[in-house]
């Protein structure tokens, strides 16, 4: 089977070189105008009308135009612009299936996770600012301030493969850990709590670790009757996606210090306005949404498209299908 191959985000010299290395066979067409980033939307080309294989980020008003497409792989773990009912309704109707990149950016998530985890429990950002002079009380107050992970509870809303692999991570550290789910799926690897005992789930954890997604359901999500749902002085972190947080509410429960300290990969607009209330805050700690990113990035997100590639050609299951 030779495929036309659609790819319409940046790839680095070796992800390049590696899939045109792997797709002997098959053409593979570029678009003439690249986008910025793997998470860019792409410039409308009608080449990709052409195309029998898209990888990347396709506009979903492309994607209806062309004729030939026979699988989409998308580039990102998120798939927030196609997760609507009209393309869900066409994908299906045209029996095309969607793929994202989930595999790609699950260890560098959970990773992430776990840094900001550990830095809330060692006060690193305190210790890094700090020059107290040993045995002062501002230096006794640090080292007093540490509290370890050993024995705390946690809560994963959002739970996955990135959930999954934190769960992994912190084993060490022998915490009381439990999943939020819609509904539980029997193969997770922590008791699972439902939306029924969100709020008993939530009162009892220290740290309230929120993955989900954007979509309907979720936007909003952490508001401030959630937020007052916590136990007093629990730590928040969000790699999930911004719009499920009302971050007004969270600098509310900032001030209040009923969440005792937020880390945020992810916030709604990005990047946050440099006047936001939660820039200020003390007790509140933001990365530009990286925590996927990992070194040669693009090229790994090449190796899981030609995994998958490897088993569309063969009509085997598909990893990380999503429609």
């Known amino acids: 089977m030779s495929l036309k191959i659609y790819i319409d985000f940046p790839l680095s010299e070796n992800a390049r070189q590696l899939l045109e290395s792997q797709t002997n066979g098959h053409t593979l067409v570029f678009p003439s105008i690249p986008a910025e980033s793997v998470l860019a939307k792409s410039h409308p080309d009608p080449a990709l009308l052409e195309c029998d294989v898209v ?7 492309e994607i209806e135009k062309a004729k030939r ?3 989409i792989q998308i580039s990102s773990s998120g798939i927030t612009r196609y997760d609507n009912s009209d393309f869900r309704s066409h994908v ?24 900001f985890m550990l830095a809330q429990s060692r006060c690193l950002p305190q210790g890094l600012a700090s020059s107290d002079e040993n045995g002062s009380p501002p230096w006794l107050a640090l080292r007093d301030g540490s509290v370890p992970l050993r024995g705390q509870s946690a809560i994963i809303l959002g739970y996955g493969a990135i959930g999954a692999r934190l769960v992994e991570l912190l084993a060490p550290y022998r915490m009381k850990l439990v999943a939020y ?3 539980a799926r029997g193969d997770e690897a922590i008791p699972v709590t439902t939306a029924e005992n969100l709020p008993e789930a939530l009162a009892s954890a220290d740290h309230v670790i929120n993955i ?4 309907p359901a979720t936007q909003g999500f952490f508001d401030a009757a959630r937020f007052a749902q916590c136990k007093p002085g629990s730590v928040f972190y969000n790699i999930g996606r911004g719009t499920t947080v009302d971050q007004e509410a969270l600098a509310n429960s900032l001030r209040s210090a009923h969440t005792k300290a937020a880390w945020l990969d992810v916030t709604d607009p990005e990047p946050l306005p440099t006047d936001h ?3 200020s ?7 530009p949404h990286v925590a996927g990113g990992h070194l040669e990035e693009s090229t790994t997100c090449v190796s899981h498209f030609l995994e998958n590639l490897q088993r569309f050609v063969e009509g085997r299951e598909l990893l990380d299908r999503v429609m």
């Open 55 to 61: 990888f990347g980020q396709p506009e979903p008003a």
């Open 69 to 71: 497409l026979k699988w």
């Open 92 to 115: 299906a109707k045209k029996r095309i299936p969607v793929c994202n990149s989930a595999s790609v950016y699950n260890d560098a998530c959970a990773d992430h996770l776990l840094a």
């Open 181 to 183: 789910r819609r509904k």
């Open 212 to 215: 989900l997604p954007d979509s």
């Open 277 to 279: 209330r939660l820039r």
């Open 281 to 287: 805050a003390p007790n509140c700690f933001i990365t």
